[in-house]
């Protein structure tokens, strides 16, 4: 039913914006840690992006010469995302912090770099948010998952046990460990 499914439809474009200012705000923070490092990265940075989406409603029509001016409820409504031409790729689960591809497969490095990304986005907001559940193509990437601390909820994708164990879990990688990118090792000592 419309009713049931609109509710979700907005939830899912809600946490695509989401995650798509938590990327964009990754990159800024790695931009101006490389603009204002003395060394160069040793690696090459992944440009990615999420798809272009929107909601689209379908409505009913008044009938000609109904006097009527008022909306009808929707019929029907899609998330219409853009076509990834790309084979499709799980980088990372929403129930890991670690890159899901071994590392001779295709897309190992840019899964590598998702996880920093998280890294990056968990220390920068104090705990609080990372995306997760990364996937797509080599470029463009599609249906994530913000993850929050439990009072804080961008949709039912959110584990709240991924939060809360993300400084255990994560394993800080070379990009991670870049001393331009200025974010800690996560692993405690005696961890």
């Not at 993850?147 to 400084?167: K, Q, Y």
Request: charged share 20%.
């Amino acid at each position: 039913m419309i009713s049931d499914e609109l509710p979700k439809l907005f939830r899912e474009a809600n946490v695509l914006y989401w995650a798509r200012s938590l990327l964009t705000f990754a990159y800024e923070y790695i931009d101006h840690c490389v603009a204002n490092s003395s060394d160069t990265p040793p690696f090459h940075i992944p440009r990615l992006r999420f798809v272009e989406a929107g909601l689209a409603l379908s409505h009913d029509h008044t009938q000609p010469g109904h006097k009527s001016k008022s909306l009808t409820m929707p019929r029907a409504g899609y998330l219409v995302e853009e076509l990834i031409t790309d084979d499709f790729i799980k980088y990372i689960h929403n129930m890991d912090c670690n890159p899901m591809l071994d590392p001779y497969e295709v897309g190992y490095e840019i899964a590598e770099f998702l996880a920093c990304t998280q890294h990056i986005q968990f220390a920068k907001t104090g705990g609080l948010a990372f995306i997760s559940d990364y996937q797509g193509g080599l470029e463009i990437l599609s249906d994530p998952q913000v993850l929050t601390h439990p009072m804080i909820s961008f949709g039912d994708g959110n584990i709240e046990r991924a939060v809360s164990t993300f400084e255990k879990e994560h394993n800080c990688n070379k990009f991670c460990k870049w001393s331009g990118f200025k974010v800690e090792n996560l692993r405690k000592v005696g961890n």
